[in-house]
Structures are given as C-alpha cells and as structure tokens.
C-alpha cells in the first residue's frame, strides 16, 4: 500500500464520519467501554474489526503471530489484565484462522531463529495434543486441526491467568475459541467444553 494513499484513506474516512455525525470524534475521544477482548493473529489478511464489523470502541485487540497467550508475554499479560480488570469486558475471544502461517511454521522442523522460541509454545500444543494429530494421515487436515487445537490451548492459557481467575468471582465472564475459515470468510465458534478441558487442572490453577 502506498503510504501517501493512507493518510488520503484516513482522511477520507474522516470526512465519512463526521459527515455522518459532526461530534463522532468528540465523543469518540472520551472513552472506551468494549464488551470484547479480542486474541487474534498478526496475519495482514485477518483484520479482527473487518470480520466482526465491529466499530471502533467495541473491541480491546491484541494481535501476534499465531494468536498465542504466553505468560511470559508482557504485552499479552498486560492486555488481559487491563481488558479485564479495568476495562470489566465481558467476553474474551481467542480467534485463530485455517491457513495460519505460524502454526505451520511450527509443524515443519527445521531452525527459524528468532522465531523459535515463539513458535516452541505452539510445539507444545502439538506435543500435549500428538497421539490425536498423528492420527491424522491427511497433512491438510491435520494442519487445520492444530490450528483448532492451538486455539483451545491459547483459551486455557487465557482462564488460568490470576486476572481471569479473580473476574470469575464477581462477574459473568466468558472466555470464547473461534478460528476464522479464510477460505469461506466465515467465523466458527469452536463449542470448546471448557469443563473436560479443565477438569485435570484447575485445583492448581484456582485462586481462593
């Protein structure tokens, strides 16, 4: 994209919305209240407004490669904390998409330098999931179920962080797993059972 070209684009869309709404950016300027925390992949071709149409102020984001939630992420850890125990949203969604290329890149073997170790918390994924996985013959299906697979695992990440543990107490807080079908456009919620998932668990993770 040319860069001249985003500042006419920014423009133009202002134009558009204060033609809607002459105080759009006033109010816009004096706060958030989202509903959401969205947990999405840096892929250019999954903005996570577009796919939601969500206007602005309607979504917290964080977005890195492969939709990873690391406790040792400081921006990831801080998001969470800010999202839920400032911003109080309701819902937290962790999207992946089929197609991913960070989930890919950790099913190949070979040595991807600063990329390791970022792509070795995706390994794992494979690992705790792999008798399941090399069940499956078809590479391109088994691409697509990691996928899947590294969603759910990125959604326990999420629930056991102190911040989510302790918005249990007080709130309806749900935690979502999606993946967004790049073939088709469409979103698809997961249906994760959060209760068999964690049932081995959560005596170590809960906080009284």
């Given at each position: ?5 985003i500042?006419?684009n920014n423009?133009?869309?202002v134009n558009e919305?204060?033609?809607l ?12 209240n ?6 999405g992949?840096s ?10 149409g969500?206007?602005?102020g309607?979504?917290f984001?964080?977005r890195?490669?492969?939709?990873m939630?690391?406790n040792?992420?400081?921006s990831a ?5 800010y ?11 962790v999207?992946g ?7 890919k890149?950790?099913m190949q073997?070979?040595?991807l ?12 994924v ?9 069940n499956?013959?078809?590479?391109e299906e088994?691409?697509r179920r990691l996928?899947?697979l590294?969603?759910q ?8 962080t ?11 807080l749900?935690?979502?797993g999606?993946v ?6 469409k ?13 081995d ?5 809960h906080?009284?």
């Amino acid at each position: 994209m040319n860069i001249d070209q985003i500042f006419k684009n920014n423009q133009d869309w202002v134009n558009e919305k204060l033609g809607l709404d002459p105080n759009y950016f006033k109010n816009l300027s004096e706060g958030q209240n989202p509903e959401v925390l969205y947990i999405g992949c840096s892929d250019s071709r999954v903005t996570a407004e577009e796919i939601m149409g969500a206007k602005p102020g309607e979504a917290f984001i964080l977005r890195n490669i492969a939709n990873m939630v690391s406790n040792l992420d400081l921006s990831a850890m801080s998001v969470i904390n800010y999202a839920v125990s400032h911003l109080k949203v309701n819902h937290i969604i962790v999207c992946g998409h089929y197609g991913c290329g960070g989930v890919k890149a950790a099913m190949q073997s070979q040595d991807l330098g600063i990329l390791n170790p970022w792509l070795r918390n995706i390994r794992d994924v494979y690992r705790l999931h792999k008798q399941e996985l090399n069940n499956i013959k078809d590479e391109e299906e088994k691409y697509r179920r990691l996928v899947e697979l590294n969603v759910q695992e990125q959604c326990v990440n999420v629930i056991k962080t102190a911040d989510v543990q302790i918005a249990y107490r007080s709130r309806n807080l749900t935690v979502h797993g999606w993946v967004m079908d790049m073939g088709t456009g469409k979103l698809i919620d997961l249906k994760i059972d959060f209760d068999k998932v964690l049932k081995d668990i959560m005596e170590i993770y809960h906080l009284d």
